[in-house]
């Protein structure tokens, strides 16, 4: 079992940066794969970024955004670069048994959500 709670949303100028922080609990962490996805009201939630297991493959599904984790730490981080309005949503860490998946039906642990806007 593992609980997720994501940390450093907020509000930033177009062109800014933000990194998010997921902190996981429990003693299998190191066994999950790891996701970062978002949703905009009235849009479908969308996968941002994924990382295996030790973080060996890697997927940035949005370009401008990397996905990273310390095992040690139980904790997942997403770096935002060069943020557009367009990228305003709540952002979500998800964990997934699976050694990998860019498939959110396959994240069965998620966050609460952390909030990012982008101001233009």
């Known amino acids: 079992q593992v609980q997720l709670v994501e940390s450093g949303g907020g509000l930033v100028q177009a062109g800014g940066s933000l990194r998010l922080s997921c902190a996981a609990s429990?003693?299998?962490?190191?066994?999950?794969?790891m996701g970062w996805f978002r949703q905009a009201p009235g849009k479908e939630r969308e996968l941002v970024a994924a990382?295996?297991?030790?973080?060996g493959a890697t997927s940035y599904m949005k370009g401008r955004f990397i996905i990273s984790r310390d095992n040690a730490k139980n904790t997942v981080y997403l770096q935002m670069i060069s943020l557009q309005p367009e990228d305003t949503a709540v952002y979500y860490c998800?964990?997934?048994?699976?050694?990998?998946?860019?498939?959110?039906?396959?994240?069965?642990?998620w966050g609460q959500g952390t909030q990012v806007t982008v101001s233009s």
């Open positions: 429990g003693r299998t962490f190191g066994s999950y794969a």
């Open positions: 998800a964990a997934s048994r699976a050694q990998y998946s860019t498939r959110d039906e396959d994240y069965v642990y």
């Open positions: 990382i295996s297991w030790r973080g």
